[in-house]
């Protein structure tokens, strides 16, 4: 299959990056210690980048979810597949998510996780697709807004498949 063409080059990536990682440094300046909580598999690279330029105290975990699937389509159900291997009640936490779609894994991470009393909880999204999001999900740092397409590379994915592309492209998916 012929390369995806180029929607946010690697380039831009990095710049945007480097001015989230400095926004949430100097956002949790006064925070003993971040958690930063990467939600599998697609948050892998942008967690990784992002982790190195804060200048804060971090810690590191993971989450992974899956969609409940009703035959081949996924229905709106959010399942946790692999919980955090720690307990978040009284600390600072910042969920790293690669995208935001529709918002309805965003809402349940949240819902779960806010239960567990974390002294805070925010939430980072590389890209966020704002025509597909109903107003009522806020993401409080964002990378790209970008359009309603189906995106790949920088730890996105289709079947599993372009993760490791160095930059964000576009597929043009047959229709259904
Ligand atoms: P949401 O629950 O609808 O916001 O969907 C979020 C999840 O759907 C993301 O974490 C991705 O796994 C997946 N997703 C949605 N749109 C895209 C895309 O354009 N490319 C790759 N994955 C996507
Ligand atoms: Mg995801």
């Known amino acids: 299959m012929a390369l995806p ?15 989230l990682a400095r926004r949430i440094s100097a956002d949790y300046a006064g925070v003993d210690e971040l958690l930063l909580v990467g939600v599998l598999r697609g948050a892998f690279i942008f967690l990784a980048d992002l982790s190195r330029r804060l200048t804060i105290p971090c810690r590191v975990d993971f989450i992974a979810l899956s969609r409940y699937e ?14 955090l291997r720690v307990a978040i ?3 600072h936490v910042l969920l790293v998510e690669d995208i935001v779609d529709s918002g309805v894994t965003l809402d349940y ?3 779960t996780l ?13 890209t966020r697709k704002p025509d597909r999001l109903p107003s009522d999900v806020s993401v409080d740092y964002v990378g790209f807004d970008i359009p309603d397409r189906w ?18 492209g576009v597929l043009d998916l047959p229709p259904g």
Not at 75 to 83: E, Q, Y
Not at 151 to 168: E, H, S
């Open 5 to 19: 063409p180029v929607l946010i080059t690697e380039a831009q990536i990095a710049t945007r990056v480097d001015e």
């Open 70 to 83: 009703h035959g081949s389509t996924p229905s709106g159900a959010v399942r946790l597949i692999m919980d």
């Open 89 to 91: 009640t009284g600390k």
């Open 109 to 111: 991470l949240r819902g």
């Open 114 to 126: 806010q239960t567990r009393g974390p002294a805070s909880l925010r939430t980072c999204a590389l």
């Open 151 to 168: 995106v790949v590379g920088y730890g996105l994915d289709y079947d599993n498949r372009f993760r490791t592309l160095p930059y964000i």
